[in-house]
Structures are given as C-alpha cells and as structure tokens.
Nanobody, 113 residues
Framework: VQLQASGGGLVQAGGSLRLSCVARGMIISVFWGEAPAWYRQAPGKSRELVASISSDGTANYADSVKGRFTISKDNSKRAVYLQMNNLKPEDTADYYC?????WGRGTLVTVSS
C-alpha cells in the first residue's frame, strides 16, 4: 500500500488549499475500517496531529485549526482530504497523511503573510 499525498503549495494568508491522500493498493474493506489522519511538522518543531476522522465519519481537530480546516474521506476512492481555509503563516509545515502505521510523504504548505 502506498499513500500518495498532494495539494500543497504556496498561498497568501487568508487563502485556501485542499490536500488529498490516496491509499493506493489498500483493500476497500480495510479502508472503511481505518481512521485516517493528517499530521504536520513545521521546521524545528515536532510532528503534530492536525485532524483525524473515524470509520463512522466523526472528525477531530487540533484546537489551532478548528473552524478553519475540514477533514473528509471518500471510501470509494480510498481517499482522505483536508480542506484548509483562512490559512495563517503559522500553518506553514510539511503535511503528512497517516493510516495507522502507514505514512505518506509530506506535502509542503507555505503560507505567506
């Protein structure tokens, strides 16, 4: 199974980005039972949980992104998304998708002030 993340880029403060992560090769029944998450790691800082979504669709968010970010998933596409609105410079980081013990490569989000 490979996790392919995309959607990062450079955006001005107040802008939006949508990250995508596809679990290629994952059996769909396994995907249904997973609780995927997005983490981020800023330079010089530890990796932190941004958002997660359980198998029943319940989402949880870090306090710093509540009301601005939305996590969702599409079981048929084996994909998880992170819609990021009203981005702030402090959101600048490498963003990683996670399925249990599986990690995708980071996608860089840079927010300019």
């Amino acid at each position: 199974v490979q996790l392919q993340a995309s959607g990062g880029g450079l955006v001005q403060a107040g802008g939006s980005l949508r990250l995508s992560c596809v679990a290629r090769g994952m059996i769909i029944s396994v995907f249904w039972g997973e609780a995927p998450a997005w983490y981020r790691q800023a330079p010089g800082k530890s990796r932190e949980l941004v958002a997660s979504i359980s198998s029943d669709g319940t989402a949880n968010y870090a306090d710093s992104v509540k009301g601005r970010f939305t996590i969702s998933k599409d079981n048929s596409k084996r994909a998880v998304y992170l819609q990021m609105n009203n981005l702030k410079p402090e959101d600048t980081a490498d963003y990683y998708c996670n399925f249990g013990t599986l990690w995708g490569r980071g996608t860089l989000v840079t927010v300019s002030s």
